[in-house]
């Protein structure tokens, strides 16, 4: 990794993810265990792309970069292989119509691994942002009601009960998987196209596993070049203090393992990975055109 790669911090929890979809998002949407902050999503859109350009999630979720783009003037296009989670990402995009949203947006239901074969074949070559989070697990987030004499009943905390799911595979599964589809979303990127992906480390047999270390060398593998690293902040920070956003499910992680006597803190952040399409690419007319190694707008590497 170059030395000189730039690094900036996003406050993107100022507000809780609550408040960031409080009548943005149909109510229902916060039925889905992983939901990506949506003042992610409009932060990397605003970024590294412009009006009217075309956005791509092939693991759309409930559509957060979707209503976000359509939001910001752009199209989007999204793949989701749940169907009920298709149905969700659609029902925002009408309620993100019906608020003045000016993009156009469309949820293919379908399997990320299989781009550009899902897309329509006229979008192949013209996207100018991918915006994505892969799964980290069966069982994430959720719901919790707490029930007097009776602890608490968690509700809404698995992706899907289908086994052929990302999130049922293993980390090992995970990364092959996510090797495909960022070659794929390589070949459906116009020139100059990024790739924004937002990952965080995680837990798993007491170890601490690096996902993001491991999304750099599969990004890479599958021909995009690392362009920027950024951390998203999952913590409101308020002058030189952050204010925890903890969900009950990470908190009672910690309690869990500190209970064992193993240290463990909260996870406050995201990593923000950002990929390019490689610096040389053959344009239409057999010309071949040079692009920037990173991005010269100071904006797009400090903390708004």
Same mark, same amino acid.
């Given at each position: 990794?170059? $030395?000189?790669?730039?690094?900036?911090?996003?406050?993107?929890?100022?507000?809780?993810?609550?408040?960031?979809?409080?009548?943005?998002?149909?109510?229902?949407?916060?039925?889905?265990?992983?939901?990506?902050?949506?003042?992610?999503?409009?932060?990397?859109?605003?970024?590294?792309?412009?009006?009217?350009?075309?956005?791509?999630?092939?693991?759309?979720?409930?559509?957060?970069?979707?209503?976000?783009?359509?939001?910001?003037?752009?199209?989007?296009?999204?793949?989701?292989?749940?169907?009920?989670?298709?149905?969700?990402?659609?029902?925002?995009?009408?309620?993100?119509?019906?608020?003045?949203?000016?993009?156009?947006?469309?949820?293919?239901?379908?399997?990320?691994?299989?781009?550009?074969?899902?897309?329509?074949?006229?979008?192949?070559?013209?996207?100018?942002?991918?915006?994505?989070?892969?799964?980290?697990?069966?069982?994430?987030?959720?719901?919790?009601?707490?029930?007097?004499?009776?602890?608490?009943?968690?509700?809404?905390?698995?992706?899907?009960?289908?086994? $052929?799911?990302?999130?049922?595979?293993?980390?090992?599964?995970?990364?092959?998987?996510?090797?495909?589809?960022?070659?794929?979303?390589?070949?459906?990127?116009?020139?100059?196209?990024?790739?924004?992906?937002?990952?965080?480390?995680?837990?798993?047999?007491?170890?601490?596993?690096?996902?993001?270390?491991?999304?750099?060398?599969?990004?890479?593998?599958?021909?995009?070049?690392?362009?920027?690293?950024?951390?998203?902040?999952?913590?409101?920070?308020?002058?030189?203090?952050?204010?925890?956003?903890?969900?009950?499910?990470?908190?009672?992680?910690?309690?869990?393992?500190?209970?064992?006597?193993?240290?463990?803190?909260?996870?406050?952040?995201?990593?923000?990975?950002?990929?390019?399409?490689?610096?040389?690419?053959?344009?239409?007319?057999?010309?071949?055109?040079?692009?920037?190694?990173?991005?010269?707008?100071?904006?797009?590497?400090?903390?708004?």
């Amino acid at each position: 990794m170059p $030395a000189d790669l730039p690094l900036s911090v996003w406050p993107t929890a100022q507000q809780n993810a609550r408040a960031q979809r409080a009548g943005r998002y149909v109510e229902i949407s916060g039925t889905h265990p992983a939901k990506m902050l949506p003042a992610i999503a409009a932060r990397a859109i605003a970024t590294y792309s412009a009006p009217g350009d075309l956005v791509l999630d092939p693991m759309a979720g409930i559509g957060s970069t979707l209503v976000e783009a359509v939001h910001l003037g752009r199209d989007t296009i999204g793949v989701e292989y749940e169907p009920p989670w298709v149905e969700l990402a659609r029902a925002n995009l009408r309620h993100a119509a019906s608020q003045g949203a000016t993009g156009h947006g469309e949820v293919v239901c379908g399997d990320a691994r299989h781009l550009p074969a899902g897309l329509d074949p006229a979008a192949v070559g013209l996207v100018a942002l991918v915006v994505t989070s892969p799964p980290y697990g069966a069982s994430l987030h959720g719901r919790v009601t707490a029930r007097p004499g009776q602890g608490i009943a968690k509700s809404h905390n698995r992706y899907s009960t289908d086994r $052929a799911n990302l999130a049922h595979v293993g980390i090992g599964g995970l990364l092959d998987a996510m090797g495909t589809i960022l070659a794929g979303c390589q070949r459906v990127l116009r020139p100059g196209g990024f790739v924004v992906m937002t990952v965080r480390p995680f837990w798993s047999n007491g170890r601490l596993v690096d996902l993001p270390g491991a999304m750099v060398r599969v990004g890479e593998e599958s021909g995009l070049v690392l362009y920027e690293r950024n951390v998203a902040l999952l913590a409101a920070l308020r002058d030189d203090r952050l204010v925890p956003r903890c969900s009950f499910f990470a908190l009672e992680q910690v309690r869990k393992a500190r209970a064992k006597g193993v240290p463990r803190q909260v996870i406050a952040h995201e990593d923000l990975l950002v990929f390019r399409t490689p610096p040389i690419s053959v344009g239409a007319a057999g010309t071949v055109v040079r692009l920037p190694q990173r991005l010269n707008a100071p904006s797009a590497r400090r903390a708004a």
